[in-house]
């Protein structure tokens, strides 16, 4: 049993907790994930670790309720545990001087960006931070992503904070203005199809943290396989990162969406039973 140190409300739906884990925490590099399970009769859930501390021994987590088990587990609080919690699964990413680096983190991907940005930082990259939001209540993490960051720019769909628009109209431009040797992109796989798109036709390498379908995490179930350079990869054991110019992000939005009938039906059965509950209590 995995306990839970400490939970924060980043957002209405964004949480974020910390997770004592030191086994995981010792060997945890940016770029690796988890994959845990609230219960026995949970479903697994991978999530890329947003930070670690090997000295305290925990990982922080964040996540977007966006389900069922993600509703669940953002009920949890500090001092409630999680049944498991392995981990740190995946390549972890290269760590070294490429020269100058974009780390462009959008919605809840900010999260796993942050440790990337700091490592790149720590091997002597500059650093060119790109984070957005749909709206300024869903944006986090900005003053530690300002920490690991030469220069950062924020944006929001909606204009309520920083620049209105999309990150991707902001790495146009740092494209265009400034020589850059590697760009990051961690998000929706809409946004890192749209940026490795435009860093095609500008020449410059890009990586991508994919977080397709996944059930095991150890490469034999298959459910994460992924297209790059029309071959099949499975994310959890070749992945999470591949390079951006070379996935199949058509075939990936495909595959994402076959479950989503399944999943708002068990959403909805959740609530309705969750709603009772709370009615029979309120009596």
Not at 70 to 91: C, R, S, Y
């Amino acid at each position: 049993m995995f306990k839970i140190l400490k939970k924060q409300v980043l957002t209405p739906e964004i949480k974020l907790m910390v997770i004592d884990a030191p086994r995981v925490a010792r060997k945890a590099k940016a770029g690796q994930f988890v994959i845990l399970r609230i219960n026995d009769q949970g479903e697994r859930i991978p999530l890329t670790i947003a930070d670690f501390d090997p000295e305290k021994g925990t990982v922080t987590i964040i996540f977007q309720e966006v389900g069922k088990t993600t509703m669940m587990l953002g009920e949890m609080e500090a001092g409630d545990t999680i049944l498991d919690f392995v981990g740190p699964l995946g390549k972890e990413m290269e760590e070294k001087n490429f020269g100058h680096v974009v780390c462009v983190g959008g919605g809840v991907g900010i999260a796993p960006t942050f440790p990337k940005a700091r490592a790149l930082k720590e091997a002597g990259n500059r650093v060119t931070s790109i984070i957005g939001a749909r709206t300024a209540s869903m944006l986090f993490w900005e003053d530690k992503m300002r920490e690991v960051s030469d220069k950062l720019y924020v944006t929001t769909d909606d204009g309520s904070y920083g620049e209105k628009g999309f990150v991707t109209t902001v790495l146009e431009r740092v494209l265009e203005q400034e020589k850059v040797d590697l760009v990051i992109a961690v998000g929706p796989v809409m946004m890192m199809k749209m940026t490795s798109l435009l860093t095609k036709k500008h020449g410059v390498p890009t990586l991508v943290s994919l977080n397709p379908i996944m059930v095991d995490g150890t490469g034999m179930c298959g459910c994460c396989r992924v297209s790059v350079n029309g071959q099949c990869k499975f994310t959890c054991v070749d992945g999470p990162i591949f390079d951006g110019h070379a996935v199949d992000f058509d075939e990936l939005l495909s595959r994402q969406r076959i479950y989503l009938e399944e999943e708002k039906r068990a959403l909805e059965k959740y609530l309705a039973t969750r709603a009772k509950e709370e009615a029979h209590y309120a009596e």
